[in-house]
């Protein structure tokens, strides 16, 4: 099902040959003199180890055990409530996943069955940010990788990978990856899901019959297809339409889909939760273990590919430039290059000047959500006292103090509640398209900045740099605000009762409720606010982090390639032909690496 493939290889030659190749350093294996390598995918790997970063390596590294597992990693993506977690359940033929009706999954985590192993006690295997790594049972996984259990990943875990027994998909090679939903109240989440999205091969879009498919939604799935081999959309939950709805909704998902990837893509319509009962998802099924078993470890291969096709990309620009930058100023030309230089400062300067616009917009916000939370205030006063004061003159002779009190709190947690919520309701959603706007703001100022690079190297350097800005990390976290418990009924902070009847305690226990009213709808639409400004503060930085991270993958290296090309200058003649000579090779490496994945 996808479009291009590379050559095939086997790796028998390459398994022959490296026994001879242990104990040599990995430069000697990089060499693109070394004939032993047939297969262009190792030799990528170790060329590409050689001449990275270590952040760069780690990719690499990670890349390579993907090669040697020979796995198609298929993410289940989307925004969340869309049912994946339900639906990669359904695919194994287990209640494997946590679902619920709230944002539930917020760790990326990595089913894969065995049919040559029984199902170990624990099959969990949990990475975390200090390098530990440990086993669970699958009863814990709950706590591990949802947002009640594992709060903002407090826990500090990197990866959760599942190794399942014998069932469903165990006789192909396959990896299905449950990714946090986009759009979710938890903005971390949409971030962790954007990191998962990066080391995607194929993938399975999920979207809902209704709503259907939302232009965030649109511009998620176009920056997923463009970096999957095969990608799928399941329209999920359609036993909520009638069958002309189904099909209008159907329909008008094909015509989104086809918009925003310019592919054919396939589209299936079903209901999860009912599995295999359900004829969509039976179809959907049958159809995406019959891609498995064709396309999956050719698919593997593609992706894998690709994958380092970007890194290569990367790693060419930056050498490009460098040995550009070396050339001007063995022909006494270095001013171009200075110049440069002084534009991609003048680039990163208003790069950095991202942050200043991001935090003025979340200030703009901030100002906005303070005056509707006055406002409210103010209205939300007047209203609890007039309903409050309105139930306790029906119960002026109740029989006790505290059923006085009772019915006060009652009527005071149903009037705030309400209000509350709806209120939060649609400040939440204007604050998501404050958000919004600002991501695209971003994202427009990111591209600007990219072509000036482009611009400045061509003109100045008569190169036209290949690799793409990771734009995709742009997309904005969609959901930010904090969701506390309805509160059913709210304590307020009345005073201690009087447990008995008196004359007159009725008249003045109201007395006193009512005048505690205006601190007690203070208070809860504060509790509401402080989580709104939160949840602004938490979208923005995570917004401008995955900014910086993904300019620093560009510009970074490319700033990187002018200094040492000014290094070498400053050194003299013989250090600067030396560099030269560095850099032809790793670029003729680099250049027949990239043609070998062609």
């Known amino acids: 099902m996808a479009s291009t493939e590379l050559s095939p290889t086997t790796n028998s030659a390459h398994s022959a040959d490296s026994a001879h190749q242990d104990g040599a350093d990995r430069s000697d294996r990089a060499d693109s003199s070394d004939r032993s390598y047939q297969d262009p995918i190792q030799h990528a790997l170790d060329v590409l180890s050689s001449m990275a970063s270590a952040d760069e390596v780690e990719e690499i590294e990670a890349l390579r055990l993907r090669a040697q597992l020979r796995r198609l990693r298929v993410l289940i993506a989307g925004e969340a409530k869309r049912g994946k977690s339900t639906l ?39 990475s975390f940010l200090d390098g530990r790594v440990a086993p669970f049972a699958l009863a814990a996984l ?30 192909v090679d396959v990896e299905l990856v449950d990714t ?38 649109r511009d998620l799935l176009a920056q997923i297809a463009d970096r999957s081999v095969h990608t799928i959309v399941f329209v999920n939950k359609a036993d909520q339409l009638e069958a002309g709805e189904l099909v209008e909704t159907v329909e008008f998902t094909r015509q989104v889909c086809a918009a925003a990837t310019r592919a054919a893509i396939p589209i299936y319509a079903g209901a999860a939760r009912s599995g295999p009962a359900d004829p969509g998802f039976a179809e959907f099924a049958t159809d995406f273990h019959g891609y498995l078993v064709d396309r999956a470890t050719a698919d593997a291969r593609i992706a894998l590919g690709a994958h380092l096709r970007r890194v290569a990309t990367t790693l060419l620009d930056a050498d490009r430039i460098g040995l550009r930058g070396l050339d001007l100023f063995e022909t006494d030309a270095d001013d ?73 709190r009652a009527e005071a947690a149903r009037v705030i509640t309400g209000a509350v919520d709806s209120w939060r309701a649609d400040q939440a959603d204007q604050l998501e398209r404050g958000l919004g706007e600002l991501a695209g ?62 004359p007159n305690r009725a008249r003045r226990t109201r007395t006193r409720l009512l005048n505690e009213l205006p601190g007690l709808v203070d208070q809860q639409i504060g509790r509401a606010r402080s989580d709104l400004q939160q949840r602004l503060q938490e979208g923005v930085r995570n917004l401008l982090a995955q900014v910086h991270r993904a300019h620093e993958q560009v510009l970074g290296r490319i700033r990187s390639a002018v200094d040492d090309a000014q290094a070498a200058h400053r050194t003299g003649l013989p250090a600067l032909r ?21």
């Open 336 to 408: 171009r290059i200075r110049t440069f230089g002084d534009e991609l400062d003048e680039i990163l300067h208003r790069h950095a000047e991202l942050d200043d616009r991001g935090w003025a917009a979340a200030r703009s916000l901030r100002r906005a959500l303070d005056a509707s939370a006055a406002a409210l205030r103010d209205d939300l006063t007047v209203r609890c006292i007039s309903a409050v004061d309105a139930a306790l003159e029906t119960v002026e002779n109740a029989p006790s103090v505290d059923d006085l009190e009772r019915r006060g």
């Open 142 to 171: 709950p706590g591990l990788v949802t947002e009640a259990g594992n709060p903002r990943n407090a826990k500090g875990i990197r990866t959760v990978d599942i190794d399942l027994g014998p069932g469903p998909l165990d006789d």
């Open 88 to 126: 990669v359940n359904q695919l194994l033929g287990q209640d494997v996943l946590p679902t619920g009706r709230v944002p539930v999954t917020a760790i990326a985590t990595t089913v894969r069955r065995h049919a040559d192993r029984s199902t170990a006690d624990h099959p969990v295997r949990v």
């Open 180 to 217: 946090p939903g986009t759009g979710t109240i938890f903005s971390h989440n949409t971030a962790a899901a954007h990191t998962a999205y990066q080391g995607l091969d194929a993938a399975v879009f999920v979207v809902t019959a209704d709503p259907p498919m939302s232009a965030s939604e």
């Open 578 to 598: 030396a560099r030269r000579s560095e850099l032809d090779a790793r670029i003729g490496r680099l250049t027949e690496l990239l043609v070998s994945l062609s």
């Open 441 to 502: 703001r971003l994202a427009a100022d990111s591209a600007h900045q990219l072509t000036a690079l482009r611009e400045a190297a061509r003109s100045l350097l008569d190169i036209e740099l290949q690799a793409k800005g990771p734009t995709q990390l742009l997309t904005a976290s969609r959901g930010f605000w904090y969701m506390f418990d309805r509160p059913a009924s709210i304590q307020l902070p009345f005073t201690t009762t009087v447990q008995h009847w008196a």
